[in-house]
T-cell receptor, first 114, second 110 residues
Framework: NAGVTQTPKFQVLKTGQSMTLQCAQD?????MSWYRQDPGMGLRLIHYSVGAGITDQGEVPNGYNVSRSTTEDFPLRLLSAAPSQTSVYFC?????????????FGPGTRLTVT | GDSVTQMEGPVTLSEEAFLTINCTYT??????LFWYVQYPGEGLQLLLK?????DKGSNKGFEATYRKETTSFHLEKGSVQVSDSAVYFC?????????FGKGTSLLVTP
């Protein structure tokens, strides 16, 4: 099992550009989520999905879109990048959305918006 | 809303020293509690968890006990190693998402 994979590892964007961060898991997990990590802020939830076709907003959803057409994939789209979106982005998955389930994290994408 | 507060770092210890990283939480329900660890340049990995009051999670010499009466989940290790240098995150979950503390950076020197 590859676990949770993310591409790209690094990306530099100019303000106003759009891009998609890819996330895939091969564990047949129902639940997937996106977090951003900023210095001194911990990780904050952007969007999550409890299954194919179902997504919802987290704590900091503005400027991001998601969709979940398959169990395996959960891409995160930046519609018009802003410097405030400079961050490290982590995708995570777990077997279910229950409180006791472990979440498995990808290696992260470091995004810089200039 | 739910929240987690953990001690600020960085924490610097000598090898074989005792480690405590404090974590307290606020939650309306009965959350599960977690410690995740992030090694440099990597994603987060689950270190240990506890799903109900008085549960003790343990892994790799680390321990934490879910204390409902003090709303705490402090991380401890009796003898740290250089390889334990990392950032440690306390987190809670009451269903759909993890609520993280800000992280505590630990540096262990030989």
């Amino acid at each position: 099992n590859a676990g949770v994979t993310q591409t790209p590892k690094f990306q530099v964007l100019k303000t106003g550009q759009s891009m998609t961060l890819q996330c895939a898991q091969d564990m047949n997990h129902e639940y997937m989520s996106w977090y951003r990590q900023d210095p001194g802020m911990g990780l904050r939830l952007i969007h999550y999905s409890v299954g194919a076709g179902i997504t919802d907003q987290g704590e900091v959803p503005n400027g991001y879109n998601v969709s979940r057409s398959t169990t395996e994939d959960f891409p995160l789209r930046l519609l018009s990048a802003a410097p405030s979106q400079t961050s490290v982005y982590f995708c995570a998955s777990s077997e279910s959305s229950g409180a006791s389930y472990e979440q498995y994290f990808g290696p992260g994408t470091r995004l810089t918006v200039t | 809303g739910d929240s987690v507060t953990q001690m600020e770092g960085p924490v610097t210890l000598s090898e074989e020293a005792f480690l405590t990283i404090n974590c307290t939480y606020t939650a309306t329900g009965y959350p599960s509690l977690f410690w995740y660890v992030q090694y440099p340049g990597e994603g987060l990995q689950l270190l240990l968890k506890a799903t109900k009051a008085d549960d003790k999670g343990s892994n790799k010499g680390f321990e934490a006990t879910y204390r409902k009466e003090t709303t705490s989940f402090h991380l401890e290790k009796g003898s740290v190693q250089v390889s334990d240098s990392a950032v440690y995150f306390c987190a809670l979950s009451d269903g759909y998402a993890l609520n993280f503390g800000k992280g505590t950076s630990l540096l262990v020197t030989p």
